[in-house]
């Protein structure tokens, strides 16, 4: 499933496609993904320009000239596939490619979803910031408003352990299973702490706060980067899938344990991690 690391090298890789690009064709050849296609889908998005693609939690959302927002969602198995100056265009599409867009760059962008449970929507204007499901995300771990205070202040008096409460979407958003394992691991906390003690009783951040959100940063950026091909791909996980293996923290000499937390796998060092 794809997790935010994977969103982001996605928005990297369809920027060069879409951003300032023109939608001239739109081709869906089926009606549905997880959900039906928004009415008059492909007449809203057709000869309108994509303004800006951002990314918010693992949504990506193109700002559009209409005014209207094309919100998108890869689900379990989704994944975009550009190809420049195709003969065909859409008539090149194969099995499970469900959206094509034609853009004016002259990039053919193909939506692949096996299992539908992708999304796309459009947002009409003026109502993204009341979005049902976008208004309730919190910070996004990437941006420099994501700091020790902002999650110490979100980690507050939660009673719930550290791992469950980095995967609630509104204390932190689009973190999933494998990087809140990870990020975890680099900052040496345990997944079963409680979540209140990186915070003052005042909800002031702790040093352990500081310090889990620098490790956050960390795993996310090299992921991106791993994905994009900036770094080396081959780069493993340091503990998720890692049951019983060595602890790569120097001088630990422990071994990777899982645990299942609130119905998820967690992977961590007990030896290592407080
Ligand atoms: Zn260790």
């Given amino acids: 499933m794809p997790e935010l690391p994977e969103v982001e090298a996605t928005r990297r890789e369809l920027l060069p496609a879409v951003q300032g690009a023109r939608f001239e064709r739109v081709t869906l050849h089926r009606g549905n993904l997880r959900t039906k296609f928004p009415r008059r889908f492909r007449a809203r998005l057709e000869g309108s320009t994509v303004e800006a693609l951002t990314r918010r939690a693992k949504y990506l959302l193109a700002h559009l000239s209409s005014g209207e927002t094309l919100l998108m969602h890869l689900g379990m198995s989704g994944s975009f596939r550009v190809e420049f100056d195709t003969a065909g265009g859409a008539a090149d599409a194969g099995l499970h490619d469900h959206v094509v867009f034609d853009m004016s760059s002259r990039a053919t962008v193909f939506f692949n979803d096996p299992r539908r449970f992708g999304m796309m929507d459009l947002v009409p204007a003026g109502t993204l910031a009341t979005h049902p499901t976008l208004s309730q995300l919190g910070l996004e771990p990437l941006s420099p408003e994501f700091d020790g205070a902002a999650l110490a202040a979100a980690c507050r008096g939660k009673k719930v352990s550290l791992k469950v409460a980095l ?84 001088g630990c000499g422990g071994a990777i344990r899982r645990r299942t937390q609130a119905g998820r796998s967690t992977f961590y060092c007990a030896r290592c991690q407080k």
């Fill in 167 to 250: 995967m609630d979407q509104r204390v932190v958003a689009g973190l999933g299973n494998i990087y809140v394992s990870e990020a975890l691991h680099v900052a040496h906390l345990s997944p079963h702490r409680q979540a209140s003690t990186i915070a003052t009783p005042t909800g002031a951040p702790r040093e352990t706060a500081d310090r889990l959100v620098a490790a956050i940063k960390q795993v996310l950026e090299e992921a991106v980067a791993r994905m994009t091909g900036e770094l080396y791909r081959d780069a493993r996980f340091r503990v998720y899938g890692r049951e019983h293996e060595r602890c790569l923290q120097r």
